[in-house]
């Protein structure tokens, strides 16, 4: 016999809950110090997609000519 779909609900929203507060949350310092390091690498991986894009242009362009 199938449940009924109400209490499926509040049941999958009390398990959330209760499974939320189990979570090991950062501390805000550990949050900024992660951005930071994401900004960071993404930046410098960025940089070096940009040099390397640019150096196989001129290579193809001289290859062309």
């Given at each position: 016999?199938?449940?009924?779909?109400?209490?499926?609900l509040?049941?999958?929203?009390?398990?959330?809950?209760?499974?939320?507060?189990k979570?090991?949350?950062?501390?805000?310092?550990?949050?900024?110090?992660?951005?930071i390091?994401?900004?960071?690498?993404?930046?410098?991986?960025?940089?070096?997609?940009?040099?390397?894009?640019?150096?196989?242009?001129?290579?193809?362009?001289?290859?062309?000519?």
């Open positions: 016999m199938a449940e009924n779909p109400a209490k499926k509040v049941l999958f929203f009390t398990d959330a809950k209760q499974e939320l507060k979570v090991n949350w950062p501390t805000f310092q550990e949050l900024k110090d992660s951005t390091v994401v900004i960071i690498a993404v930046l410098l991986l960025g940089a070096f997609i940009g040099v390397i894009d640019f150096l196989l242009s001129k290579l193809i362009e001289m290859v062309i000519r």
